[in-house]
Every structure is written in structure tokens, then in C-alpha cells.
């Protein structure tokens, strides 16, 4: 059994890593628009790979035996979106330092939001963490100015220019606003979730940051991270989830479902 062991432990850890590598992968994976469509083509694949063989049709089993260095390239073509997200967060500074609003500026954007739900102003804000967001921030304009109730809501108002974009919040300061978010491509059953909260997902798919939604027909309030969204909490579940996320991190073992439970069943 020893000698079994010394023989063949590399054997195993490389069992390990892969099946760790494909379980994590999968996780990452599954729910995305991307899966569903490469679950079609493998299914396709194999049928025809079957048929041949059965049917001995030799002619397609060379096409196919030569397809799959197409399909390597394709794989990376419909995940390019995930992709990129994953390098990113592993290129990230996140790993090594922690980025928050302090708690003054979070009892300040608690207290906006509230404010913005009341008045069914629609709003959108992402918070930055270890990724750079530069690049999102130079689609709108520099602000670079302390949080307040009376410029978040008055960013916001139905009759500004910027109230369509989005805020990017750095460390407790506004950076920019009226920004332009990247649009999820994910699919979404809930008729609720508009391009707003869309747009909020796409930010998260794209960085690490944490994203907060205001619904202009119904003042919910909403919160995204890696692409999924909770939507339609309580002011106080919604401060919980961001207190939640912020010091123990954004959950990446969990499925990257589209929309979780809805604040009312949370709460």
C-alpha cells in the first residue's frame, strides 16, 4: 500500500487539480447564455458522432475528428465575455488589498437611496473595488466629489442630463457620472428588470464592483455582483447584503444565477 502510494500520489494530485478545475469551471459557467449554446452544439456534435459511427459513415467522422480545433476556438469566442471577467478579477488588486466606502459615506448612500426609491427617481451606482474602472469612468463626467444626499439625488432627477448613466464611487468619493455600463446579455424571465438593472449586472460581469439599482417605475432597490442580481429588497436587507459583501468579499463558489430570491422572501 506504501509503495502503492509513492508511486502514484502525483496521479492523484493531478486528479485533484483537474477535478477542482472542472467543478470550479462548471460553477462559473452553468448559468451563463454562453452555456446553453454550447450545450446545444456539443449534444449536435455527439449525435452526429454516434450516428456515424453506428452507420460507419466515414466521411463525417473525418469532418468531425477535424471540426474539433474549430471548437476550442469557439469556446472561446461565446465565453469571451466570462473570460475576460475571471482574468480580471485574478489581474486585480483585490487579492492583496481592500477597497469600501467607510461607514459615514454608506449611511449617506443608504439614506440616498432610500430617498431615490420614495421618489421613483431611477438610479444607478457602482462601487469600485480592486479593478480600475478608468475606462468607465471616462464615458461620463469627472465629478470627484464627496458623497451627499442632495448631489446623488440630484444626479438622478427625471430633468438632469446625467440621470441616464451611471455613478462610479471610489473610496467614499464620487469619481463620475453619467456614465455608460456595459448591457448584460444574460437571460432574464423577471419583467421587472430593465436596462438599468442590466446595465448593473454588465458592470459586475466586467469588474469586481458591486452595483446599486433604483427602479423608476417602482422604486425597488436592487443589488448586483458578479452578474447576478437580488432584486426588490428592503432598505435594510439591501444595507445588510452590501455590509455582507463588502467585508467577507463577492462569493465566487456560489452558481452565477440570474436573479436569487426576491427581497420580499429574503427579508
Not at 41 to 59: A, G, K, R
Not at 100 to 120: K, N
Not at 209 to 238: F, M
Request: proline share 3%.
Amino acid at each position: 500500500m506504501v509503495q502503492f502510494f509513492y508511486n502514484h500520489w502525483r496521479d492523484g494530485v493531478e486528479i485533484l487539480i483537474l477535478a477542482a478545475l472542472a467543478y470550479h469551471g462548471y460553477i462559473f459557467f452553468r448559468a451563463t447564455r454562453g452555456a446553453r449554446i454550447l450545450t446545444g452544439l456539443l449534444v449536435l456534435l455527439l449525435s452526429l458522432f454516434l450516428i456515424s459511427q453506428l452507420l460507419e459513415l466515414n466521411q463525417i467522422s473525418w469532418l468531425l475528428s477535424r471540426f474539433s480545433v474549430f471548437l476550442v476556438v469557439g469556446v472561446v469566442v461565446i465565453f469571451q465575455p466570462e473570460l475576460r471577467r475571471m482574468l480580471a478579477e485574478l489581474g486585480s488588486s483585490r487579492l492583496f488589498s481592500f477597497n469600501r466606502p467607510d461607514d459615514e459615506s454608506l449611511d449617506v448612500l443608504m439614506e440616498a437611496m432610500q430617498q431615490l426609491s420614495a421618489r421613483r427617481f431611477g438610479a444607478l451606482i457602482a462601487l469600485k473595488r480592486g479593478i480600475d474602472m478608468q475606462s468607465f469612468a471616462e464615458s461620463g463626467v469627472e465629478l470627484d466629489a464627496k458623497i451627499t444626499v442632495e448631489l446623488l439625488t440630484t444626479v438622478f432627477h427625471p430633468k438632469t442630463s446625467l440621470h441616464d448613466g451611471g455613478i462610479i464611487i471610489d473610496q467614499g468619493r464620487i469619481l463620475a457620472a453619467g456614465c455608460v455600463f456595459p448591457v448584460s446579455q444574460r437571460e432574464v424571465r423577471d419583467r421587472a428588470i430593465g436596462l438599468r438593472h442590466r446595465a448593473g449586472m454588465g458592470i459586475t460581469e466586467e469588474t469586481d464592483a458591486l452595483a446599486l439599482v433604483v427602479s423608476e417605475e417602482s422604486g425597488a432597490l436592487s443589488i448586483c455582483y458578479n452578474g447576478r442580481i437580488e432584486h426588490d429588497l428592503k432598505p435594510q436587507t439591501l444595507r445588510d447584503r452590501l455590509n455582507h459583501l463588502l467585508v467577507h468579499g463577492i462569493p465566487t463558489e456560489e452558481a452565477p444565477t440570474t436573479v436569487l430570491e426576491q427581497g420580499k422572501e429574503a427579508a
